[in-house]
Nanobody
Framework: QVQLVESGGGSVQAGGSLRLSCVASRYTSSSVCMGWFRQAPGKEREGVAAIYTRNGNTYYTDSVKGRFTISQDNAKNTVHLLMNSLRPEDTAMYYC?????????????????????WGQGTQVTVSP
């Protein structure tokens, strides 16, 4: 059973930065689509960013482009999400997800149903 463990959440003021990390218990150097999702109270879970570790291709939802950066560290089986210029609307529980059989292509990365492993989540709160 693969485990994903997130860390790095916290409370910041608008304009601040946080870096989330997701450590996997399985090698990320193999072909895996790893994504970050978020869910705010009363809202559906939405895809934020993803990375296909085979070639490093990255994907972002429009609202975070230019502010968030997803990256991989295969030596540590870790994926990071650097979040800059945070806004109050970024407040949510952030989840790491993975699918070793998914390429991330064609919008697959955005669909939570495509992932078969999930972390427990880390809370991000951005105050005005």
């Amino acid at each position: 059973q693969v485990q994903l463990v997130e860390s790095g959440g916290g409370s910041v003021q608008a304009g601040g930065s946080l870096r989330l990390s997701c450590v996997a218990s399985r090698y990320t150097s193999s072909s895996v689509c790893m994504g970050w999702f978020r869910q705010a109270p009363g809202k559906e879970r939405e895809g934020v960013a993803a990375i296909y570790t085979r070639n490093g291709n990255t994907y972002y939802t429009d609202s975070v482009k230019g502010r968030f950066t997803i990256s991989q560290d295969n030596a540590k089986n870790t994926v990071h999400l650097l979040m800059n210029s945070l806004r109050p609307e970024d407040t949510a529980m952030y989840y790491c997800a993975a699918n070793w059989g998914l390429t991330c292509y064609g919008g697959n990365w955005y669909r939570s149903s495509q992932y078969n492993y999930w972390g427990q989540g880390t809370q991000v709160t951005v105050s005005p």
